[in-house]
């Protein structure tokens, strides 16, 4: 199920960030390689919906 929330981090450098969910909870790591839409890097505040999944291997899961 796509659940949604806003940027509220972004490294370019790294290209990683944090989402914080809009139903609450902790901010959720990812990566822009991890994104469907690559035409533009993520800024604060954009609004992006987004799928988890448990990986305890790596330290970043889309």
Do not use: C
Request: proline share 8%; hydrophobic share 25%.
């Amino acid at each position: 199920m796509t659940q949604h929330g806003k940027v509220s981090h972004y490294n370019d450098i790294t290209g990683t960030g944090f989402i914080a969910p809009e139903k609450g909870g902790g901010p959720l790591p990812f990566r822009w390689a991890d994104l469907q839409d690559k035409a533009q890097l993520p800024k604060q505040n954009d609004r992006y919906g987004y799928n988890t999944q448990s990986n305890h291997d790596a330290k970043f899961a889309p």
